[in-house]
């Protein structure tokens, strides 16, 4: 019957979705939805969900409640823009790549030859052209990706998302943007599936078991989206925020080092560049306290909504324990369904920080170092 059910939704939804997502939407369907479906059925077992089996004990699994919401997580995150921030970092990488190997063509050249009679050897005009080929390269890699970023900004405007072209590229720029854009994802696919399943749902044919499936749809989807908002605060956490701590050390003993050079008995030359460092390692400060106060905010904002969304949790779990199969579930629906679309909503970063050009440099190269990456765009 379960079965049947499943199939009367996934055939109903798909009916309704754009031409232009129709695959993506039937794949989203149902790699989640009988997840979704089993987890709602092991919180109506009423068992203990962290609770494991003697096998998944003997395989040293975690339960399988806390799996579901992970391979539910993973299935929903992903979105154009979580595509958009991997291709970003692949593309980082391989132009970080070329520009190594252009250092390496240049540092040969100061010893190559003008000519030579091996056809395989490193000689001047050959270098210059290998260079000239990895330039070229280079700038094709940051044109395709401008262009993949304008696809992705426009297709994030056509859904509504109150996002500016500054935000957009500030969004890339931060560290948390994986984060970030998992969970508005994870938002915007269970409002796909969410709204898919009030239309038909509402309507006066519609099968009456739909109803039950639905209310476990629903509360599993914040289930997910309480899963995505703890991910967020973890990473942040737990790595950005000892990452920033890291950097800081560090940056700190170079200041007090230059300090300590610039006491002393300096050539002119030698003193100037110490001057430079100290005013550029003030800046990598100012960056550093500006970075961190980022992320304490988003920080207590992700835990204030967590919290929001864990009440909103609660009352769903409760409701479908209680809830009686009739149509008086449709007012439920339609009261739940506005208060799930403000509750899922994905919040645009509001970076002053990068309104200084001064500090651009800086912020970039901090981001870079706590992404673990050599370079970035």
């Not at 500030?170 to 009030?198: F, T, W, Y």
């Not at 008086?328 to 050009?357: H, K």
């Amino acid at each position: 019957m379960k079965a049947a059910i499943a199939a009367v939704l996934l055939a109903v939804c798909l009916q309704t979705a754009p031409a232009h997502a129709e695959r993506s939407f039937s794949e989203l369907w149902n790699d989640s939805i009988p997840l979704l479906t089993e987890g709602a059925e092991l919180i109506a077992s009423g068992k203990e969900l962290s609770e494991r089996s003697l096998s998944e004990v003997l395989t040293f699994r975690d339960a399988r409640f806390p799996r579901i919401l992970d391979e539910c997580f993973t299935i929903l995150a992903g979105s154009s823009l979580t595509d958009l921030l991997h291709r970003q970092s692949a593309v980082a990488a391989e132009i970080a790549e070329k520009k190594a190997d252009i250092v390496e063509l240049k540092t040969k050249s100061v010893a190559a030859p003008e000519a030579s009679w091996n056809p395989l050897a490193h000689t001047q005009e050959s270098i210059q052209r290998d260079i000239a080929k990895l330039q070229d390269e280079i700038a094709r890699l940051q044109s395709a990706f401008e262009q993949e970023k304008e696809t992705v900004y426009l297709r994030m405007r056509e859904k509504g998302i109150a996002l500016s072209r500054e935000q957009f590229d500030q969004l890339l720029a931060i560290v948390d943007a994986p984060e970030k854009a998992s969970v508005m994802g994870v938002a915007e696919n269970l409002k796909r599936i969410h709204q898919e399943i009030c239309v038909k749902i509402a309507e006066p044919d519609s099968p009456v078991e739909m109803l039950q499936t639905y209310t476990g749809v629903y509360m599993m989807g914040l289930g997910v989206y309480l899963y995505a908002l703890e991910n967020a605060v973890e990473q942040v956490e737990g790595q950005y925020l000892p990452r920033l701590q890291a950097l800081r050390e560090e940056n700190e003993a170079n200041y007090q080092k230059a300090r300590q050079l610039a006491a002393q008995d300096l050539s002119p030359h030698d003193a100037e560049i110490v001057r430079r460092n100290i005013l550029s390692q003030k800046r990598v400060t100012e960056v550093l306290n500006l970075y961190e106060k980022y992320l304490d905010r988003e920080v207590r904002q992700l835990r204030a909504l967590y919290q929001k969304t864990q009440q909103s949790f609660n009352v769903a779990v409760n409701t479908y324990h209680t809830v009686k199969v009739s149509t008086e579930l449709l007012n439920l629906i339609r009261a739940s369904e506005e208060g799930f679309f403000s509750l899922v909503t994905f919040q645009p970063p509001e970076l002053s920080l990068l309104y200084d050009e001064r500090l651009a440099a800086e912020f970039a190269a901090v981001t870079g170092k706590l992404r673990g990456q050599s370079s970035t765009l």
